[in-house]
C-alpha cells in the first residue's frame, strides 16, 4: 500500500552553500540530496548534529534559500506562500512572543493562518484541550515550563488544520514523560491522517513511531527507506535464554556456533545466528537445559546510524 | 500580492508587544517630565514664557519620539530573527514583506499612540501655564507624526539585514544628516565647483529631507504656515518610507535565515 501513496514532500538535489564570513569561501552543507516523503506516514529524518537536518527543514519552511536543486510541498514550490496554510511547523527549542499568553498565541497564529472568526475560539480551545493547555491558557507563555513551551508549539502547528506537519527535533531537551507524550501526540496525528516529517538525533524514538526514514550525514544522504526493510540484513539474530545449561556445554555452543555467551546467574544468554538457531536448541535440550525465551534482535538503528556516519569519516 | 489582513495582525500584535513593554513606559514618563520641564526652564526668563515652554514641549515631543523610534525600530525585525519568532509567522502563509510592513505599521501605530500621550501632556501643561494651543501647534505635531513614518522606515530598513547596534549608528546618522540636507543643497549652491554643487543637491534628494517636517520654530513663534508646508511634507513622508520599505523588502526576501 505504502508504494501507492503519493510523494507530498519532494527534495530533488537540492544544494545549499553558506558563506561563514564576510569575504570567506562558500561551504557547502547541503551537496544534492534527495527523497521524498508520502501522503500520511511518520517520516524521520536522522543525522548527526550538523548533518544538514535544519538547514533542509528550513529550505522546505522558506526560511532558507537552496543555493541548487528544487523543493516542493503538496506540489508548490517552497518559495510560495498561499500553500502553507496546509502545513504546520515546530522549530527546535521553539520560542513565542512570552508577553502573550497560550490562548492568545494561538489566536494570533490562527489570525495570521486566515483561521474563519466563526470557529477560532473552538479551534483554539479544542487546541488546548487537545495539548493539556487548557488549565494555563490564560498564562503569560513566559510562565510556561519547556514542555508546556512545547506543547504550545505543537498546537499552533496545528491550529489551522494542516495536512502535513513539520517537526524539528520534537523531543529536545524533555524529560522522559514529555518525550513520550509528544511522541503520543504524533501517532495520534498519524491516526487523523495528517503526514509528520521528523527531524531528530534521538534514535528510540525514530524506531518506535516513524514508518519511514532517510539518514543524512554530512550533508549527504546515505540512507532512506521503510523502517522495516532498513533494519532488516542478511545476518538474522536471535537471543536465546537458557536456564540449567551446563558450563562445559555453553562453552562448546559458544565455540562451535559463533555465539555470544552472557551469564545471568543461574540463567545464561546466548545471540546466535537465526540459521544456527534450530541446532543450538536440540543440543540445549538434549544436555537438559530449558528454555527460557528465544527474541528476535534486530540490527538497531543505531547501528545502521553509525555505520553510515563512520563510513562518511572514512570517505574524508 | 500583499494582505492588509495579515499585515494588521502583525501590526497589532506589535502594538501589544509596545504596550505590554515595561520600557516603553518608562521612555514615556521621562518624556513627559522633559515636557513638563519646560515650565521650569521658562521660569528663568521674564519674557516670552510661553513661547520657551511650548518649544521645549516640542521639542522634547520631537527628539523623544525620533528616540524612541530609533531605539525600538532598529531591533524589529532582528530581534525576531534573533529570538527564532520568525520561523513559526513565516510558515503560516505569511510573505516576508507581509510580516516586514506588518511590523512597520505597528510600530508608527505605536509611535504614533506615543505621540498622542504625549501631546495630551504637552497640551495639559500649555493649558495650565496659560499658553495658547493653536493650529499651528497642532500642525507642528501632526508634521512631528510623518517624520516618525520615514525615521521608523529607515530603521526598519536597516533592522532587515544588519544588526540593532550597527543599524542604530546608522539611522542616527540618517537623522542628523537628514535635518541638515536642505542646508547642505543650500550652502551647496552657493558653491563654485560644480562637483560640490552636484553633490549636496544629490544628497538633498536621496536622503530624507527630515528638516521640512520642523515647524516648531513657526508654531512657537506665531509665524504663518500655508497648508502646503504641512501637506507636502506628510505625502513625502509617505512616499519615501514606502520607497525604504520596498527597498528593505528586496533585501528582506533574499535572506537567508540560518
Same mark, same amino acid.
Given at each position: 500500500m505504502a508504494a501507492e501513496q503519493r510523494e507530498i514532500v519532494c527534495i530533488e538535489d537540492i544544494?545549499?552553500?553558506?558563506?561563514?564570513?564576510?569575504?570567506?569561501?562558500?561551504?557547502?552543507?547541503?551537496?544534492?540530496i534527495s527523497f521524498g516523503v508520502r501522503e500520511g506516514e511518520i517520516f524521520g529524518f536522522v543525522g548527526?548534529?550538523?548533518?544538514?537536518k535544519?538547514?533542509t527543514l528550513?529550505i522546505l519552511m522558506g526560511?532558507?534559500?537552496?543555493?541548487?536543486g528544487r523543493a516542493s510541498i503538496l506540489g508548490h514550490d517552497v518559495?510560495e506562500?498561499a500553500f502553507r496554510q496546509h502545513i504546520g511547523f515546530l522549530?527546535?527549542?521553539?520560542?513565542?512572543?512570552?508577553?502573550?499568553?497560550?490562548?492568545?498565541?494561538?489566536?494570533?497564529?490562527?489570525?495570521?493562518?486566515?483561521?474563519?472568526?466563526?470557529?477560532?475560539?473552538?479551534?483554539?480551545?479544542?487546541?488546548?484541550?487537545?495539548?493539556?493547555?487548557?488549565?494555563?491558557?490564560?498564562?503569560?507563555?513566559?510562565?510556561?515550563?519547556?514542555?508546556?513551551?512545547?506543547?504550545?508549539?505543537i498546537?499552533?502547528a496545528l491550529?489551522h488544520d494542516p495536512s502535513v506537519i513539520f517537526l524539528d527535533?520534537p523531543?529536545?531537551?524533555?524529560?522522559?514523560?514529555?518525550?513520550?507524550?509528544i511522541r503520543d501526540l504524533i501517532l495520534r496525528l498519524r491516526a487523523e491522517g495528517k503526514t509528520v516529517f521528523m527531524n531528530t538525533?534521538?534514535l528510540?524514538d525514530v524506531e518506535m513511531i516513524c514508518d519511514r526514514v532517510a539518514i543524512i550525514?554530512?550533508?549527504?544522504i546515505r540512507y532512506q527507506g521503510r523502517m522495516e526493510a532498513f533494519l532488516s540484513?542478511?545476518?538474522?539474530?536471535?537471543?536465546?535464554?537458557?536456564?540449567?545449561?551446563?558450563?562445559?556445554?555453553?562453552?562448546?555452543?559458544?565455540?562451535?556456533?559463533?555465539?555470544?555467551?552472557?551469564?545471568?546467574?543461574?540463567?545464561?544468554?546466548?545471540?546466535?545466528?537465526?540459521?544456527?538457531?534450530?541446532?543450538?536448541?536440540?543440543?540445549?535440550?538434549?544436555?537438559?537445559?530449558?528454555?527460557?525465551?528465544?527474541?528476535?534482535?534486530r540490527?538497531?538503528l543505531?547501528?545502521v546510524?553509525?555505520?553510515?556516519?563512520?563510513?562518511?569519516?572514512?570517505?574524508? | 500580492?500583499?494582505?492588509?489582513?495579515?499585515?494588521?495582525?502583525?501590526?497589532?500584535?506589535?502594538?501589544?508587544?509596545?504596550?505590554?513593554?515595561?520600557?516603553?513606559?518608562?521612555?514615556?514618563?521621562?518624556?513627559?517630565?522633559?515636557?513638563?520641564?519646560?515650565?521650569?526652564?521658562?521660569?528663568?526668563?521674564?519674557?516670552?514664557?510661553?513661547?520657551?515652554?511650548?518649544?521645549?514641549?516640542?521639542?522634547?515631543?520631537?527628539?523623544?519620539?525620533?528616540?524612541?523610534?530609533?531605539?525600538?525600530?532598529?531591533?524589529?525585525?532582528?530581534?525576531?530573527?534573533?529570538?527564532?519568532?520568525?520561523?513559526?509567522?513565516?510558515s503560516?502563509?505569511?510573505?516576508?514583506?507581509?510580516?516586514?510592513?506588518?511590523?512597520?505599521?505597528?510600530?508608527?501605530?505605536?509611535?504614533?499612540?506615543?505621540?498622542?500621550?504625549?501631546?495630551?501632556?504637552?497640551?495639559?501643561?500649555?493649558?495650565?501655564?496659560?499658553?495658547?494651543?493653536?493650529?499651528?501647534?497642532?500642525?507642528?505635531?501632526?508634521?512631528?507624526?510623518?517624520?516618525? #513614518?520615514?525615521? +521608523?522606515?529607515? *530603521? &526598519?530598513?536597516?533592522?532587515?539585514?544588519?544588526? !540593532?547596534? %550597527?543599524? @542604530?549608528?546608522?539611522? =542616527?546618522?540618517?537623522?542628523?544628516?537628514?535635518?541638515?540636507?536642505?542646508?547642505?543643497?543650500?550652502?551647496?549652491?552657493?558653491?563654485? #565647483?560644480?562637483? +560640490?554643487?552636484? *553633490? &549636496?543637491?544629490?544628497?538633498?534628494?536621496?536622503? !530624507?529631507? %527630515?528638516? @521640512?517636517?520642523?515647524? =516648531?520654530?513657526?508654531?512657537?513663534?506665531?509665524?504663518?504656515?500655508?497648508?502646503?508646508?504641512?501637506?507636502?511634507?506628510?505625502?513625502?513622508?509617505?512616499?519615501?518610507?514606502?520607497?525604504?520599505?520596498?527597498?528593505?523588502?528586496?533585501?528582506?526576501?533574499?535572506?537567508?535565515?540560518?
Amino acid at each position: 500500500m505504502a508504494a501507492e501513496q503519493r510523494e507530498i514532500v519532494c527534495i530533488e538535489d537540492i544544494v545549499k552553500d553558506f558563506r561563514p564570513g564576510f569575504g570567506l569561501r562558500r561551504k557547502r552543507v547541503l551537496h544534492g540530496i534527495s527523497f521524498g516523503v508520502r501522503e500520511g506516514e511518520i517520516f524521520g529524518f536522522v543525522g548527526p548534529n550538523g548533518a544538514g537536518k535544519t538547514t533542509t527543514l528550513k529550505i522546505l519552511m522558506g526560511l532558507i534559500r537552496p543555493t541548487g536543486g528544487r523543493a516542493s510541498i503538496l506540489g508548490h514550490d517552497v518559495r510560495e506562500t498561499a500553500f502553507r496554510q496546509h502545513i504546520g511547523f515546530l522549530p527546535e527549542n521553539p520560542y513565542f512572543y512570552d508577553y502573550l499568553s497560550g490562548r492568545e498565541i494561538l489566536d494570533f497564529y490562527a489570525r495570521l493562518s486566515g483561521v474563519a472568526k466563526r470557529t477560532r475560539r473552538e479551534r483554539v480551545d479544542r487546541l488546548l484541550d487537545w495539548v493539556g493547555l487548557t488549565g494555563a491558557a490564560g498564562a503569560r507563555l513566559r510562565t510556561y515550563s519547556k514542555g508546556m513551551l512545547q506543547r504550545v508549539g505543537i498546537a499552533q502547528a496545528l491550529v489551522h488544520d494542516p495536512s502535513v506537519i513539520f517537526l524539528d527535533e520534537p523531543m529536545s531537551g524533555l524529560d522522559p514523560i514529555g518525550r513520550k507524550e509528544i511522541r503520543d501526540l504524533i501517532l495520534r496525528l498519524r491516526a487523523e491522517g495528517k503526514t509528520v516529517f521528523m527531524n531528530t538525533h534521538i534514535l528510540s524514538d525514530v524506531e518506535m513511531i516513524c514508518d519511514r526514514v532517510a539518514i543524512i550525514v554530512a550533508g549527504h544522504i546515505r540512507y532512506q527507506g521503510r523502517m522495516e526493510a532498513f533494519l532488516s540484513t542478511d545476518e538474522h539474530e536471535c537471543d536465546l535464554v537458557l536456564q540449567g545449561l551446563d558450563p562445559e556445554t555453553a562453552q562448546t555452543l559458544e565455540e562451535r556456533f559463533e555465539a555470544e555467551l552472557r551469564g545471568m546467574g543461574d540463567r545464561v544468554e546466548l545471540r546466535v545466528r537465526e540459521k544456527n538457531l534450530r541446532e543450538v536448541l536440540e543440543r540445549a535440550l538434549e544436555a537438559g537445559a530449558s528454555v527460557v525465551s528465544v527474541t528476535p534482535h534486530r540490527v538497531s538503528l543505531e547501528t545502521v546510524f553509525l555505520n553510515a556516519v563512520e563510513e562518511e569519516a572514512g570517505r574524508r | 500580492m500583499i494582505s492588509p489582513l495579515r499585515v494588521w495582525v502583525v501590526a497589532v500584535n506589535t502594538v501589544r508587544a509596545a504596550i505590554r513593554n515595561k520600557l516603553l513606559y518608562t521612555l514615556l514618563f521621562f518624556a513627559i517630565a522633559l515636557i513638563a520641564t519646560g515650565v521650569l526652564v521658562s521660569t528663568l526668563s521674564y519674557v516670552e514664557r510661553e513661547r520657551i515652554l511650548q518649544d521645549v514641549g516640542l521639542s522634547a515631543i520631537r527628539i523623544f519620539g525620533a528616540g524612541i523610534a530609533i531605539f525600538v525600530g532598529v531591533g524589529l525585525i532582528h530581534g525576531e530573527v534573533e529570538r527564532r519568532t520568525i520561523y513559526t509567522i513565516l510558515s503560516k502563509p505569511v510573505s516576508r514583506s507581509e510580516f516586514l510592513v506588518g511590523k512597520y505599521v505597528g510600530l508608527v501605530l505605536t509611535m504614533w499612540l506615543q505621540l498622542a500621550i504625549m501631546t495630551v501632556a504637552f497640551c495639559a501643561v500649555s493649558l495650565l501655564y496659560g499658553a495658547p494651543i493653536t493650529a499651528a501647534h497642532l500642525a507642528a505635531l501632526l508634521l512631528v507624526a510623518f517624520e516618525l #513614518v520615514v525615521l +521608523v522606515a529607515v *530603521a &526598519t530598513l536597516f533592522s532587515a539585514f544588519t544588526t !540593532p547596534m %550597527l543599524a @542604530s549608528l546608522f539611522t =542616527v546618522g540618517i537623522w542628523l544628516v537628514g535635518h541638515s540636507t536642505r542646508n547642505l543643497r543650500l550652502l551647496g549652491e552657493q558653491a563654485d #565647483v560644480e562637483g +560640490v554643487r552636484f *553633490a &549636496t543637491a544629490l544628497l538633498h534628494r536621496v536622503l !530624507p529631507d %527630515l528638516s @521640512s517636517f520642523d515647524l =516648531v520654530v513657526a508654531a512657537v513663534h506665531g509665524l504663518p504656515i500655508a497648508a502646503a508646508q504641512v501637506i507636502w511634507p506628510m505625502l513625502y513622508g509617505v512616499f519615501y518610507a514606502a520607497l525604504l520599505l520596498f527597498l528593505a523588502a528586496l533585501v528582506f526576501e533574499r535572506r537567508d535565515f540560518r
